[in-house]
């Protein structure tokens, strides 16, 4: 690995010259293809009405190699599913060199395995519902709470009239509602920000996401699944809580560039000495180590 992860190198960064040439990853070859070319060409033209020098770089069409030929100097990723968001790409980035937004390599990895996420969580105290969800007219609303920086954002509630809120609901429906704010108590409210970055933790997540839950019969909430590289279109939930916060959305993918910066290059590695002359110097000093012995146990005997 060529990267090394320091949360405490994160800062504000005030010109955009700081962040470098910086590749938008984005399209991919999951079958959220479609909405990761939303996501990325709305991340691409926020940056740059920011003044970031940045690109756009499907990995479908051009290989990740060329990111460190192209002195690309950090990467905001905008991959959905399998091969963006679940360690795999963040590996790669790490050999390469190359500093990303978001969640690392595990957390990455932990938030696309559902079950361990939820194992996880409930080893924090943090509920989960069964791990299959068949919806009943007892079942409570669902409520989403994202994440930027280790702060929970203004939690939203989710009305749909289809039985779940799915992928069709979350892109391209129009009869989807969301409420922000949600309508919680403030005690409830802080309760619930509490459980989302007490699961997003727990499965190793960092930087910024999502956490989602649904409320029992008995307005409990329960954990369904976290997010980490939720989506960034004209649908989207973080940018909706970003804006209750007065972040609009140039601010809001401008904060997440900067989470690129717990990831920098490691130092070098120690040399090691070769396995053969660590053994031929051990047995040297073993063999000094008996001839010392031997010497002062003969001394005893002339004594």
């Given at each position: ?14 010109a955009p010259g700081e962040f470098g040439r910086v590749a938008v ?190 409320m029992d019969a008995a307005g409990r909430p329960l954990l369904l ?79």
């Open positions: 690995m060529r990267l090394t992860c320091d949360p405490r190198a994160e800062r504000r960064i005030a990853l984005y399209g991919g070859d999951s079958s959220e293809r479609e909405i990761s070319l939303l996501s990325g060409n709305a991340v691409l033209e926020g940056l740059r009405r920011r003044g970031v020098d940045a690109h756009p770089f499907d990995p479908r069409d051009r290989p990740l190699d060329e990111l460190p030929l192209r002195r690309f100097a950090r990467v905001w990723i905008a991959l959905h599913g399998p091969g963006g968001e679940d360690g795999t790409l963040q590996g790669a980035l790490e050999y390469l060199g190359v500093p990303y937004t978001g969640s690392g390599v595990m957390g990455s990895a932990i938030g696309m395995d559902k079950l361990r996420t939820k194992r996880l969580a409930l080893s924090v105290g943090v509920a989960s519902a069964d791990f299959v969800v068949l919806r009943g007219e007892e079942d409570g609303p669902e409520y989403t709470v994202s994440i930027l920086k280790d702060q929970a954002l203004p939690s939203i509630r989710i009305e749909t009239p289809r039985v779940f809120y799915d992928y069709e609901a979350k892109y391209f429906r129009d009869d989807t509602r969301y409420f922000c704010p949600s309508g919680l108590s403030a005690s409830a409210e802080a309760h619930l920000a509490s459980l989302a970055l007490a699961a997003f933790e727990a499965a190793g997540a960092s930087g910024w996401g999502r956490s989602d839950f649904m699944e976290i997010n980490t590289i939720p989506g960034m279109t004209s649908h989207s939930l973080v940018p909706m809580a970003a804006r209750a916060i007065g972040v609009d959305f140039d601010e809001l993918v401008w904060r997440v560039l900067e989470t690129s910066f717990t990831r920098r290059p490691a130092g070098p590695a120690r040399a090691k000495a070769p396995a053969k002359a660590k053994a031929s110097a051990t047995r040297k000093a073993a063999a000094k180590r008996r001839a010392a012995a031997k010497r002062r146990a003969g001394s005893r005997g002339k004594a």
